[in-house]
T-cell receptor, first 114, second 111 residues
Framework: SQTIHQWPATLVQPVGSPLSLECTVE??????LYWYRQAAGRGLQLLFY??????ISSEVPQNLSASRPQDRQFILSSKKLLLSDSGFYLC?????????????FGPGTRLTVT | GENVGLHLPTLSVQEGDNSIINCAYS??????FIWYKQESGKGPQFIIDIRSNMDKRQGQRVTVLLNKTVKHLSLQIAATQPGDSAVYFCAQKSGANNLFFGTGTRLTVIP
């Protein structure tokens, strides 16, 4: 069966510090991978998605970047965090299958920038 | 998307009653829709999906209704239980690879 991991679960970082969040998927090959951010009490904002190794699409201009060094590894990074980067970061994977497909979400990382 | 900045609407129901959560979608060309449940501090979990060639689909205690004429999607939960308390998101397929998520509705079940 497929499993998605995210770490760390929680993170407190000062403004201006770098960031690296990691997401890995097990039990599937060549998945689409996604990074979302969710502010407290709000909806999901798609940040990046990837359809293959080294292929990254950015949905919104921001202080963050993403990389996919391996088929089942997706990394979210920042060189210098801003207060506005605080939020709940969710990684998801999907296999495109015909007309529809489901995205499977990881447990999330709660980031607080102080 | 434009929905992510809005505060969540809320719905409170008595335990044992039926719940109906509504969602209006914008892309009439979308052919696939999903409902997710998100408990506090966790990632969203798949509940049920429906394709545009259907207007109703039933799962265990849940039913999704799709009205393409008015671009409306609803989730019905029968005999609502305290464990159903969560935020519920609708999503529609957007392009070849993405889902576009609605604002979400916070369901609170009163024991």
């Amino acid at each position: 069966s497929q499993t998605i991991h995210q770490w760390p679960a929680t993170l407190v970082q000062p403004v201006g510090s770098p960031l690296s969040l990691e997401c890995t998927v097990e039990g599937t090959s060549n998945p689409n991978l996604y990074w979302y951010r969710q502010a407290a009490g709000r909806g999901l904002q798609l940040l990046f998605y990837s359809v293959g190794i080294g292929q990254i699409s950015s949905e919104v201009p921001q202080n963050l970047s993403a990389s996919r060094p391996q088929d089942r590894q997706f990394i979210l990074s920042s060189k210098k965090l801003l207060l506005s980067d605080s939020g709940f970061y969710l990684c998801a994977w999907a296999i495109p299958a015909g007309l529809g497909y489901e995205q499977y979400f990881g447990p999330g990382t709660r980031l607080t920038v102080t | 998307g434009e929905n992510v900045g809005l505060h969540l609407p809320t719905l409170s129901v008595q335990e044992g009653d039926n719940s109906i959560i509504n969602c209006a979608y914008s892309n009439s060309a979308s052919d696939y829709f999903i409902w997710y449940k998100q408990e506090s501090g966790k990632g969203p979990q798949f509940i049920i999906d429906i394709r545009s060639n259907m207007d109703k689909r039933q799962g265990q205690r849940v039913t999704v209704l799709l009205n393409k004429t008015v671009k409306h999607l609803s989730l019905q939960i029968a005999a609502t239980q305290p464990g159903d308390s969560a935020v519920y998101f609708c999503a529609q397929k957007s392009g070849a690879n993405n889902l576009f998520f609605g604002t979400g509705t916070r369901l609170t079940v009163i024991p």
